[in-house]
């Protein structure tokens, strides 16, 4: 019949939009993607507030039983929930693409993502380059590709947004090996753990992209009413705060600032 | 008391969040701004389904009255309604500003805006470089600079999200000079409008930017259940279509697509 694939916003239950809510009414079964993202409240309000069992899905059940999702989207009503905005990153384009070719009805409904709901540092969004990801660094695995993408924006006078990764559900290599479903503890990139990644890359690469002057915008639970912080400062203080529990965003900023940035910058830093 | 600065979203008036829709409930106040963009539904259909008188806000009502507004909020609960996100376009960063000096409270509710949105069309948000406006021109004023910045992104491997010029409530030179009120009807650059333009600084300033074979997504309406389109081609087939109403916007390609980036160019080829 259709799959609707909803937006949850950035906060809590009550950031869906009225349109959003009205469709999981509607629908026969709700499931709840919980892998790429996170909702700063427990599945459970969820539930309460849309009145609809929610089924949560992982990773793991995504990738085996996405063709069982779509099979029950042929005669049913099935709701699709993302934190955030269901397009904003990439991971649920497959989806779509395979419902649209097995001729189900989609329906995307946005709303907020990080990447716009931004636009509350001061920071122009017309004036951010590339948005970077930075990935946990392993002991092998120390990939530097988000200090040269940072790089062009600097040299180009753009802000980059850093999305700082989180690890949901994840197993050891080893545990994948014995196929053993034994899943580590939840993590998510800290302000302090990204700028010393950063600070990394620079030590090896040295092209004078991450100072301790290098001035920068902590981001944390943008859109959240209870929680949310936005404080500005070089990276030496931003490193040196203790913030609210994650998630964590970082802003580079650009070398020059305009008017207007400017006076958002001073009105967030930190004090 | 509050500045509360609501995002509507991109559709209708369904389109709100719950949070949005119980802040309007609550406030003493509520003025729309209609001047950045436009909601495909007009301001009864809000009036109605919130329940509360609306009053719109022109350019020059908000110019000459930002401090009245301001001076309300401070012993009332005041809602400012912005189409999309209200912090995604740069206009209202400074009436939040503005508030905060004044030691009004604010709080900000994110929606969706077009910069997100257009996630749906497949392209990846992390592959898009800067944003760029296009201006109408002017019969003594066509600047270029927009041009320029596709080719930076072209150069780079960028998309580009070009956000095609509005005029609501223009007077004309003639009019301000002499102070009088008289609008020009409003006007929504098209799809059309905007190649043409992309193709007379190409013709100016030849740097092979804008050919007849430039792959490129036409946008209409994005985030409307009813009207949105999305079509994808190149530029020569694209201006020989016909699309839905605006808004419009059209985003210019990165030369070299990836694998899921091309399917969905593929899914949306005009037809």
Sequence with gaps: MVLYVIGLGLGDEKDITIKGKELIEESDVVYLESYTSVLFVPK????????????EVDRIFAEENCE????????????????????????????????????????????????????????????FGQTVSIPYFEENYKPT???????????????????????????????IMKNKNIYEPSRFMTIQEAIDQ???????????????????????????????Q???????????????????SLIICAPNLHDIEKEYFD?????
Tied chains: 1, 2.
Aim: charged share 20%.
């Design 44 to 55: 459970e309000n969820l539930e309460k507030f849309y009145k609809k069992k929610i089924i």
């Design 230 to 248: 936005i404080i500005s400062g070089n990276l030496l203080t931003l490193k040196s705060l203790h913030y609210n529990e994650p998630l964590h």
């Design 68 to 127: 069982q999702i779509l099979n029950e989207a042929k005669s049913k009503k099935i709701s699709f929930l993302v934190v955030g905005d269901p397009l904003c990153a990439t991971t649920h384009h497959d989806i779509i693409l395979r419902a649209k070719k097995k001729n189900i009805n989609v329906q995307v409904i946005h709303n907020a993502c990080i990447m716009s709901a931004i636009g509350e540092c001061g920071m122009q969004l017309y004036n």
């Design 145 to 175: 590709s988000f200090y040269e993408k940072i790089k062009i924006n600097i040299d180009n006078n753009f802000h980059t947004l850093c999305l700082l990764d989180i690890k949901i559900k994840e197993r050891t290599i080893e545990n």
């Design 198 to 228: 950063l600070t990394y890359c620079e030590n090896i690469l040295k092209k004078n992209v991450i100072t301790e002057n290098t001035l920068a915008i902590a981001i944390v639970q943008i859109g959240s009413l209870s929680n949310q």
């Design 267 to 271: 009105m967030y830093l930190s004090t």
